[in-house]
């Protein structure tokens, strides 16, 4: 018995892995990983050859008896990289050849691993074709700061007037940094320094605050952002007009529906913002007054939340914040010495 807590990168890529293995296993997780969907990963692995025995069809706890496993050449229906790379670990265990589609790009750190550890993987146009033919040998990973981790405080630096930010060795991938591309449409100044290519690129980020214009993000935008959309409607209650965040409807499935929980928040405190099926209208900008808001156990919530309250006029309290320490703990600590 596995236990992912609240990692749905885990679960999803370790259904990849144990679809290949011979013996017989289960995962499981907390109480909102259990509500997320895992039919999105279960169904091409199945198609591989894969056996899954999951709750209701889709979700955990997911039984996996590991098999022998076929190629596949498979059109992702979402661009999700955690079901991208499920498939990659498991097309690993075939000396065939595995060709996943993607129509709309989405994180590429699973095939840079690969290929940096001598994996056979290649991309041509919107197809990844991999094979088990090649032996992966270990490498030695120097792993740079997450962006998204680092988007709360460069979103914090852009909203304050007057300051000024740097945070340094911070990973770059181009798959990852969609939120530096959307703050400098909305105006905001970003300087790259110190870049440079290892297995993933990195560098030092440095932010200026001022004036934002708004932004209108449509669903080709979003795998780049996905993270990041919290802050982005946060941005925008403080930019000068109305933006629109359309074809986000993956939100609905992450921690929290993330969609509602932005909106009902950010409305909290004064915000304008409307929920959309697939996503949300904000019009700015709008002084922030404190509040008492609910993070309802979503990690990226609760430090958007933060960052909202650190703008906002008079107390805000944030509640379940212990959901943070998921993928951040130290986040107040740096967000106290800031």
Same mark, same amino acid.
């Given at each position: 018995m596995l236990n992912a807590e609240n990692s749905g990168t885990?679960?999803?890529?370790?259904?990849?892995?144990?679809?290949?293995?011979?013996?017989? @296993?289960v995962i499981t997780g907390d109480n909102s990983l259990r509500r997320r969907p895992m039919d999105r990963v279960i169904q091409p692995l199945t198609l591989m050859g894969g056996k899954f025995w999951a709750r209701q069809d889709r979700f955990l706890p997911v039984a996996v008896k590991g098999n022998k496993l076929s190629p596949i050449n498979y059109i992702l229906p979402i661009p999700s990289a955690q079901v991208k790379s499920s498939i990659i670990l498991a097309a690993l265990s075939i000396s065939e050849y595995s060709t996943i589609i993607e129509p709309i790009p989405s994180r590429d750190h699973t095939e840079r691993m690969i290929k940096y550890m001598g994996g056979d993987i290649q991309k041509e146009g919107n197809k990844i074709i991999v094979s088990g033919k090649s032996v992966l040998r270990g490498r030695y990973f120097h792993v740079p700061g997450d962006? @998204?981790?680092?988007?709360?405080?460069?979103?914090?630096?852009?909203?304050?007037?007057? @300051?000024?930010?740097?945070?340094?060795?911070?990973?770059?991938?181009?798959?990852?940094?969609?939120?530096?591309?959307?703050?400098?449409?909305?105006?905001?100044k970003i300087k790259i320094n110190q870049k440079r290519e290892e297995w993933e690129p990195r560098g030092d980020i440095?932010?200026?605050?001022?004036?934002?214009s708004p932004i209108a993000l449509q669903r080709e935008d979003i795998p780049g952002v996905i993270d990041e959309i919290p802050l982005i409607a946060l941005l925008a209650t403080q930019a000068e007009g109305e933006s629109r965040i359309e074809g986000a409807e993956e939100l609905r499935v992450k921690e929290s529906d993330r969609i509602k929980t932005t909106v009902d928040n950010l409305r909290l405190m004064g915000a304008n913002i409307q929920e959309q099926p697939d996503g949300m209208i904000i019009k700015g900008p709008v002084a922030l007054k404190g509040n008492r808001v609910k993070s309802n156990g979503d990690h990226r919530i609760a430090m958007m939340l933060s960052i909202a309250g650190s703008i906002a006029e008079g107390e805000t309290i944030v509640e379940e914040t212990e959901c943070v320490n998921i993928s951040f703990p130290n986040f107040f600590n740096l967000l106290k010495d800031i």
């Amino acid at each position: 018995m596995l236990n992912a807590e609240n990692s749905g990168t885990t679960a999803r890529l370790i259904l990849g892995i144990l679809s290949r293995l011979p013996f017989f @296993s289960v995962i499981t997780g907390d109480n909102s990983l259990r509500r997320r969907p895992m039919d999105r990963v279960i169904q091409p692995l199945t198609l591989m050859g894969g056996k899954f025995w999951a709750r209701q069809d889709r979700f955990l706890p997911v039984a996996v008896k590991g098999n022998k496993l076929s190629p596949i050449n498979y059109i992702l229906p979402i661009p999700s990289a955690q079901v991208k790379s499920s498939i990659i670990l498991a097309a690993l265990s075939i000396s065939e050849y595995s060709t996943i589609i993607e129509p709309i790009p989405s994180r590429d750190h699973t095939e840079r691993m690969i290929k940096y550890m001598g994996g056979d993987i290649q991309k041509e146009g919107n197809k990844i074709i991999v094979s088990g033919k090649s032996v992966l040998r270990g490498r030695y990973f120097h792993v740079p700061g997450d962006f @998204s981790s680092a988007a709360f405080f460069i979103a914090l630096s852009v909203l304050v007037k007057g @300051s000024t930010l740097t945070i340094k060795n911070v990973g770059l991938n181009p798959t990852r940094t969609g939120f530096i591309r959307v703050l400098e449409k909305m105006g905001a100044k970003i300087k790259i320094n110190q870049k440079r290519e290892e297995w993933e690129p990195r560098g030092d980020i440095e932010i200026e605050g001022g004036k934002l214009s708004p932004i209108a993000l449509q669903r080709e935008d979003i795998p780049g952002v996905i993270d990041e959309i919290p802050l982005i409607a946060l941005l925008a209650t403080q930019a000068e007009g109305e933006s629109r965040i359309e074809g986000a409807e993956e939100l609905r499935v992450k921690e929290s529906d993330r969609i509602k929980t932005t909106v009902d928040n950010l409305r909290l405190m004064g915000a304008n913002i409307q929920e959309q099926p697939d996503g949300m209208i904000i019009k700015g900008p709008v002084a922030l007054k404190g509040n008492r808001v609910k993070s309802n156990g979503d990690h990226r919530i609760a430090m958007m939340l933060s960052i909202a309250g650190s703008i906002a006029e008079g107390e805000t309290i944030v509640e379940e914040t212990e959901c943070v320490n998921i993928s951040f703990p130290n986040f107040f600590n740096l967000l106290k010495d800031i």
